[in-house]
């Protein structure tokens, strides 16, 4: 593939304008911002920063990583999302991380992306979760997208994620949000410059955004699934 | 190993400690469900040390019921280069109970500790497991731990239930991203509790909503193995406050008694 050919790729998918329904999840935030946790710019990019060091790199990295070196091989693909799901503690984080990642999966399935059908039916029949880090790992590497761009897709895809639900939740206005995204670029530069952790020794460790996703699920008022 | 007699009640049928275990006469606590053995663990060592590589492995039979603790906080003291680990292997047979309840490591300036905790449960067998850390200066300053790495793997009959790894380097706040406000972690898993799962956690959140100095949260856990609790706390007393309060509602919701907290 050419350059240009691969860029155009990963910028379709990118793009918030995807249909992968990204825009339901604040990952802790708002639950946060309720408790009176996260009020301000400064606070949601010490939030987003946080979520990107202390979860994505260690942890949902390892995983996408992982599942796209599985190179389609689906019964590899579900070792790798059981052993996901047992490190996702609160339960909102894990219903958002299948709910995202099966939104994407039903969209890859309408694109007939090699593999999207059959791992939607392990998902649906045989007790595959497909969660959102190995969905993406999976089904970028059969789109043509590498390794390092597909981790790179999916620490963007979460900081849209993040500002997005910020600026949803009025706690910030879209120049602050770019602003964040630009923060977080060194952030992301930085761990992907560091090989990926193989998933035996994938780790998270974000507390407070846990404490608050366990919270919000008593909590009526919300717009978004954590 | 801790072993149902026939008359129901649990005895040590087996142990071996060399330094610095200790382990001390099994008691019977009031307000325990019936047979139900509390085990001090101690350690004449005054705490954990550079290099140190301690190990526990811990089977409670069929049937039997155990509370195992420790006397006091495990101080974890300052390092060069290091680091002191301690594995623990926790297995309850099948209708069996264990409470691993452990007080916190607390981690002195410089230090530098990895825990790892693998608990295996048979059919029917229920658990609850706390592990727990606390940052502290013993000259009042800021100064902070190295690294803290845990692990808990909890596995039912060879099926992965949960796995929590956490893995915190030269961090710059007591507990990383939870702000200077909070020193302590704990979290607790609350494992195979028959019967009313959403209850059980309704309660248990109720219990923790009235802990002060504390941000607490409880979730289910997948696979309807139970629930865990995560605990950012000020200090000791809100870690021990959170967690006595979410083991005492889960044995309420599991036996119909509260327990009577273990001396210390």
Redesign the interface.
């Known amino acids: 593939m050419r350059d240009d050919a691969a860029l155009l790729v990963a910028l379709q998918h990118a793009d918030s304008f995807f249909p992968g329904g990204g825009t339901a999840f604040s990952w802790g935030l708002e639950p946060l911002h309720g408790?009176g946790r996260v009020a301000d710019a400064a606070a949601v990019e010490?939030f987003l920063g946080?979520q990107i060091e202390?979860r994505w790199a260690?942890c949902d990295r390892p995983f996408l990583v992982a599942a796209h070196r599985a190179a389609g091989d689906l019964g590899r693909i579900a070792e790798i999302d059981?052993?996901y799901?047992?490190?996702?503690?609160?339960?909102?984080l894990?219903e958002g991380a299948v709910r995202a990642g099966g939104a994407l999966l039903e969209i890859h399935r309408r694109l007939a992306t090699a593999g999207a059908a059959d791992y939607r039916a392990l998902v649906r029949d045989a007790g595959a979760s497909g969660a959102l880090p190995v969905v993406q790992g999976f089904v970028w590497r059969a789109c043509g997208i590498e390794e390092a761009a597909a981790a790179a897709l999916s620490a963007h895809a979460l900081s849209v994620g993040v500002v997005g639900a910020a600026i949803r939740l009025g706690i910030i206005g879209h120049v602050a949000a770019q602003a964040i995204i630009m923060a977080m670029r060194p952030l992301i530069a930085a761990q992907l410059a560091e090989p990926a952790l193989d998933i035996r020794e994938?780790?998270?460790?974000?507390?407070?955004?846990?404490?608050?996703?366990?919270?919000h699920?008593?909590q009526t008022a919300r717009l978004f699934a954590n | 190993m801790a072993t149902r007699a026939p008359d129901g009640r649990t005895y040590l049928s087996r142990q071996y400690a060399s330094y610095p275990y200790h382990i001390c006469r099994p008691q019977i606590v009031e307000g325990d469900p019936a047979g139900m053995m509390t085990l001090y663990l101690q350690s004449c060592a005054g705490g954990m040390f550079e290099h140190d590589r301690l190990a526990e492995s811990v089977r409670v039979d069929a049937r039997a019921a155990m509370h195992l603790t420790t006397q006091a906080s495990t101080i974890v003291h300052s390092m060069t280069e290091g680091t002191a680990s301690q594995t623990v292997e926790l297995s309850v047979g099948s209708g069996g109970c264990l409470e691993y309840l452990p007080d916190p490591f607390i981690l002195f300036p410089a230090a530098r500790f990895e825990n790892r905790i693998r608990l295996l449960l048979e059919p029917d067998a229920t658990a609850i497991v706390g592990e727990a850390f606390l940052s502290h200066d013993p000259r009042g300053g800021k100064a902070l731990y190295r690294g803290y790495a845990s692990e808990v793997r909890v596995e039912r009959d060879g099926e992965l239930l949960l796995l929590d790894r956490m893995a915190i380097e030269d961090p710059s706040e007591p507990v990383p991203g939870a702000g200077e406000r909070y020193r302590a972690h704990g979290s607790l898993f609350i494992l195979g509790m028959p019967g009313a799962e959403a209850e059980i956690l309704g309660a248990v959140r109720t219990a923790l909503a009235g802990v002060a100095g504390g941000y607490v949260g409880a979730s289910a856990l997948p696979r309807a193995a139970g629930f865990s609790v995560r605990i950012l706390a000020e200090d000791a007393w809100a870690l021990r406050q959170a967690t006595l309060a979410a083991w005492s509602c889960a044995r309420l919701a599991a036996t119909g008694r509260s327990p009577h907290p273990r001396r210390k």
């Open positions: 408790d010490r946080t202390r260690s059981r052993v799901m047992a490190m996702v503690l609160p339960r909102e894990r994938a780790h998270s460790f974000a507390p407070a955004a846990d404490i608050a996703a366990m919270r699920e008593t």
